[in-house]
T-cell receptor
Framework: GQSLEQPSEVTAVEGAIVQINCTYQ??????LSWYQQHDGGAPTFLSY????GLEETGRFSSFLSRSDSYGYLLLQELQMKDSASYFC????????????FGDGTTLTVKP | DAGVIQSPRHEVTEMGQEVTLRCKPI?????LFWYRQTMMRGLELLIY????????DSGMPEDRFSAKMPNASFSTLKIQPSEPRDSAVYFC???????????FGPGTRLTVL
């Protein structure tokens, strides 16, 4: 099986930078994805890491270290609209169509 | 593209009734996923299909739950009989290929009284 750990809550101010960590344990590993979900909405894809290193998409970046079973999502120049839940999700190499989601991190951005 | 379409958006039913949730994936997507989200258990994968064939149903909670995909543009998730503990938001998602980005529908909020 697999398990993922991420902080339950993070608070930051507008304009700041915040990092949301995700550690995972899995019998096999294919890749790590990040999703955003606003309250009452559906999860939407943000970023994916299949290899070690940093992936940058605008204000959002995601990092992966396969040797450490660790990744993070970095959000820069925070805006009020970034207040949402953020989920990391692991794909197993034996079942790459399947993703297991973490419990999510609720980010609150304050003015 | 219209995105993943789910119906109904809200469903309120009484314990013991049959519930059918519907999903239309994005055209051209070969993979379809059913998830359930609750505060207690988070986002759980129930079952997923590849080219209309169920690949992994290990997340289906019990025999009361069943899912079908009769063609590439339609899938159903049925709960019979429904119980209050089935109350949750059920999401359908689709992806173009294995491991590709999953696109989620708006979800069906199910309340079983």
């Amino acid at each position: 099986g697999q398990s993922l750990e991420q902080p339950s809550e993070v608070t930051a101010v507008e304009g700041a930078i915040v990092q949301i960590n995700c550690t995972y344990q899995t019998s096999g590993f294919y890749g790590l994805s990040w999703y955003q979900q606003h309250d009452g909405g559906a999860p939407t894809f943000l970023s994916y890491n299949g290899l070690d290193g940093l992936e940058e998409t605008g204000r959002f970046s995601s990092f992966l270290s396969r040797s450490d079973s660790y990744g993070y999502l970095l959000l820069q120049e925070l805006q009020m609209k970034d207040s949402a839940s953020y989920f990391c999700a692991v794909r197993e190499d034996t079942n790459a169509g399947k993703s297991t989601f973490g419990d999510g991190t609720t980010l609150t951005v304050k003015p | 593209d219209a995105g993943v379409i789910q119906s109904p958006r809200h469903e309120v039913t009484e314990m013991g009734q049959e519930v059918t949730l519907r999903c239309k994936p994005i055209s051209g997507h070969d993979y379809l996923f059913w998830y359930r989200q609750t505060m207690m258990r988070g986002l759980e994968l129930l079952i997923y299909f590849n080219n209309n064939v169920p690949i992994d149903d290990s997340g289906m909670p019990e025999d009361r739950f069943s899912a079908k995909m009769p063609n590439a543009s339609f899938s159903t998730l049925k709960i019979q009989p429904s119980e209050p503990r089935d109350s949750a938001v059920y999401f359908c998602a689709s992806s173009r290929s294995e491991g590709d980005t999953q696109y989620f529908g708006p979800g069906t909020r199910l309340t079983v009284l």
